[in-house]
């Protein structure tokens, strides 16, 4: 009887793990987790965070930016993109942005100039696919001109 009551406030309970966003306390994860969803919640959902940590880490190792710079430069590219009537969330960019193969001869490239080339892409009418695909060729060329 206790195992099934716990099982069933466990189920209730998990799928809406959540906190509360506050903004003067927010990591760059929390931060980008919050704008990443309705502003109308004010919870943070951890996954959510976990995801936006991994990616800041993967990110930082690979190119010269800081964690901070390569935050705000997805935020800038995401507004671009919405510039051009293309909706993309932050993760998604991240995650298009960190699937680009890069070449280890290229050394670290900059961030900034990944994103731009992006959002370039996309603002084309590229799918995401598509501009990843299309800037690991461009990169693989460049690469074996070095």
Known sequence: MNKT???IIFILVFPFY???FNPNSASIEEKLVFLNTDKSEFNID???VNRFRYLLDALQKRHPE???QIADWTVKAQGALKDNGINESLLEIMESIY???LNKRLGK???KDL???YVMARSEGMSRHDAVQGLYEFFRGVARLK
Do not use: H, L
Request: hydrophobic share 40%; glycine share 0%.
């Open 46 to 48: 951890p996954v959510k």
């Open 18 to 20: 959540s906190y509360a």
């Open 115 to 117: 994103a731009t080339s």
């Open 5 to 7: 009551i716990f099982i």
């Open 109 to 111: 490239m900059s961030y």
């Open 66 to 68: 800081s964690r901070q």
């Open 99 to 101: 699937s680009v193969k």
